[in-house]
């Protein structure tokens, strides 16, 4: 049994799909623990890991995600939990209104506590920031994110499909790796 800890259901739904058809059960644990700030997520996974290991017990899998935008330096990165809840994915649009380079990276970072251990797996998928929202699906930014060689962005095609694409499918297929040799 994998404890994902997360608030966020659209995570937990891309990745117990996931984990389920490899055969790893798994069930959400929804603490809100406090992220500390730093400059990269996976900075970020290991503070909230050593803070976590003292209140959750046994193994536990964690998931720091961001939209990283060059021509904004990167923001929101490693505080797009932060920008999601004040600005939103409009804010995102407005700060890149006129912008010619719409270039942007999703990354994840999980970190799974196994017994004494503490791993790291890493994903990441390049891509652009449409004009306006679109799609239904999804969650957080991906009615404003297309993958590079798509036309549609992350809401607009169904989760299996953005598993196989996205910064969290290839870093769950790093911990899947990871998982089938333990
Ligand atoms: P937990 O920390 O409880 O897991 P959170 O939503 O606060 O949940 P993060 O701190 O990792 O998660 O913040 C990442 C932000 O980026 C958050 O607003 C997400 O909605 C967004 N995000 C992460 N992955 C995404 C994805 O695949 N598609 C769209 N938005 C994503």
Redesign the pocket.
Known sequence: MIRF????E??YR?VSKELEEAGFECEML?I??P?VQCDSLEE?VRSSMARLSGKVEGDFL??????FIPSLGGFPGVY??Y???TIGSDGVLKLLQGMEDRAAE?R?CFGLHLEDRNELFIGAVQGTITQEKRGEG?????PI?IPTGGSKT?AEIPTEE?NKL???GKALEKLLKFLEKQ
Not at 5 to 8: I, P, Q, Y
Not at 138 to 142: E, I, L, T
Request: aromatic fraction near 20%.
């Open positions: 800890v997360t608030t966020n659209g995570k891309e929804a809100d623990y992220e970020v964690i998931d720091d995600s961001g939209l797009s939990s920008v999601f809840r999703f994840c999804g969650f957080g930014y991906d994110f992350f953005k996205s910064h969290r």
